[in-house]
T-cell receptor, first 113, second 115 residues
């Protein structure tokens, strides 16, 4: 799986959009970009994923650059409950190799009142 | 609630004791994963099952660790002769193998403390 690079920490004001970047310059054509978040002492929570196109769901939007070497997770109106560690993960879906998730250190997003 | 559940949520044990954790996946999910997370780090893959077959094990899974998934439903993770280094959060995730849509959903984890 391709390696990802994320900022260690970010701050955001409550009610504003939070834009979390991720670099995955070695991504290959069949690798998906997944985003999870982990609120302190809880299990990781799935947010969104994509391959080439931008994606949006009720939680967030995922913008993937045309060359697929980077992406941005957008939380449109951040709330205090969005404070968490956000993980950007790139992975291939395999048969016998499974689809293990390789977590990096993620970005600690702190939403301030 | 139909999410992934894990039991117990917390476990304190003495070094050398055996412990067993249980994971109940989302109904009809055919893949089940175990991860371990130590303080300040992201989760690390341990092993995964497709139905009842254990298809991959990480090098992190020493011979003191064993995992089972009888009948392809719930799974157990046993640690024998626990060591202080086993103290961690043990996370279970399940997914349905659909190409391009295999999303893993995690349980709340079991936090293990070995004294």
């Amino acid at each position: 799986d391709a390696k990802t690079t994320q900022p260690t920490s970010m701050d955001c004001a409550e009610g504003r959009a939070a834009n979390l970047p991720c670099n995955h310059s070695t991504i290959s054509g069949n690798e998906y970009v997944y985003w999870y978040r982990q609120i302190h002492s809880q299990g990781p929570q799935y947010i969104i994923h994509g391959l080439k196109n931008n994606e949006t769901n009720e939680m967030a939007s995922l913008i993937i650059t045309e060359d697929r070497k980077s992406s941005t997770l957008i939380l449109p109106h951040a709330t205090l409950r969005d404070t968490a560690v956000y993980y950007c993960i790139v992975r291939v879906e395999g048969e016998t190799s499974g689809s293990r998730l390789t977590f990096g250190e993620g970005t600690q997003l702190t939403v301030n009142p | 609630d139909t999410g992934v559940s894990q039991d117990p949520r917390h476990k304190i044990t003495k070094r050398g004791q055996n412990v067993t954790f249980r994971c109940d996946p989302i109904s009809e999910h055919n893949r089940l994963y175990w991860y371990r997370q130590t303080l300040g780090q992201g989760p690390e893959f341990l092993t995964y099952f497709q139905n009842e077959a254990q298809l991959e094990k990480s090098r992190l899974l020493s011979d003191r660790f064993s995992a089972e998934r009888p009948k392809g439903s719930f799974s157990t993770l046993e640690i024998q002769r626990t060591e202080q280094g086993d103290s961690a959060m043990y996370l279970c995730a399940s997914s349905l193998k659909i190409p391009g849509q295999e999303t893993q959903y995690f349980g709340p984890g079991t936090r293990l403390l070995v004294l």
